[in-house]
């Protein structure tokens, strides 16, 4: 498990990068507005737990895991660019995103409150690991979504999502195992556990639905026209563009069984088998063969 130096060109992407689906766009388009903050938050995490980490095996998937998704944070962010590039500036947004994770999540507990540093760093980790959970499970969906192939989506952010999507999946036991590690033992830590999965679902629920609504009303193409609308969401998942409810709630009843754990998250083999052929992880593969060469 090791990053892979990707780049993508996205001079030719357009704005409504699936063609006609203004919603179905700009719902997936969240994870730009939401990742490059999240995922810096996530490494800065595990380097202040890297200390209580005793297992040599864990270790090292936990500094791929860093590397990971340290690029995924770069790449992301270049998508911002290029958003405000076509005349749809975010940093309206992304700077409450910022808010949440340096300041309200930081190394230290807000307001002043009482919380030994050792639990903090629990419960941050233990949110990861709910998160870890629904990324995953996008992963694994975006890498069967053949219906954005059939729409015309466009081929270079249909790569980046799903060259993400596979190390998603490549990475899915990383952040559990992390957590199952560094968060104590029996009860409490199922406890703590379940805690962060309970604040994680609907605070995600609410920045995306929030996300979605701010790129549909600032995207230049839609002046005058309708927001973002839950029929129209729908509409888009009945035709494979986005994942269904069903598949994301799913996730959850699964993550609360003590038995549970997220090597049993999605497939593996078709992660591999797509990063084989992504023609970003191929040309950064070229890349880096090319320079032991020389």
């Not at 703590?192 to 549909?216: D, F, K, N, Q, T």
């Not at 994301?248 to 997220?262: E, K, Q, T, V």
Request: aromatic content about 10%; glycine content about 8%; overall charge neutral.
């Amino acid at each position: 498990m090791a990053p892979r130096r990707v780049s993508f060109d996205w001079e030719n992407t357009p704005l409504h990068w699936i063609p006609g689906e203004p919603t179905a766009t700009h719902v997936i388009n969240v994870l730009h507005l939401l990742l490059p903050a999240g995922e810096r938050w996530f490494v800065k995490v595990f380097k202040e737990a890297l200390p209580l980490v005793d297992d040599p095996g864990l270790l090292k998937d936990v500094k791929g895991f860093m590397g990971q998704e340290a690029t995924h944070s770069v790449q992301h962010s270049h998508v911002l660019d290029h958003l405000a590039a076509q005349r749809l500036d975010t940093v309206a947004y992304t700077r409450h995103v910022d808010f949440l994770f340096e300041k309200l999540l930081g190394e230290v507990p807000p307001l002043g409150l009482p919380v030994p540093a050792r639990e903090w760093l629990r419960f941050r980790l233990s949110l990861i690991a709910a998160i870890e959970q629904f990324t995953a499970v996008l992963g694994d969906w975006v890498l069967g979504a053949d219906a954005l192939d059939a729409a015309g989506s466009d081929a270079v952010m249909l790569d980046l999502l799903r060259w993400h999507g596979a190390e998603e999946v490549e990475h899915r036991a990383v952040a559990f195992d992390m957590y199952q590690h560094c968060g104590g033992e029996g009860l409490p830590r199922y406890a703590r556990r379940i805690e962060g999965m309970a604040v994680v679902s609907p605070v995600l629920l609410w920045l995306w639905v929030w996300g979605a609504s701010y790129l549909m009303r600032h995207d230049p193409g839609l002046t005058g026209k309708p927001g973002y609308s839950l029929r129209r969401h729908n509409r888009a998942v009945a035709r494979g563009l986005l994942p269904t409810w069903g598949e994301l709630g799913s996730a959850i009843p699964r993550y609360f069984r003590r038995s549970y754990h997220p090597s049993q998250e999605g497939s593996l083999r078709r992660a591999v088998e797509y990063l084989a052929t992504s023609p970003a992880a191929r040309a950064a593969a070229g890349a880096v063969g090319r320079a032991a060469l020389t």
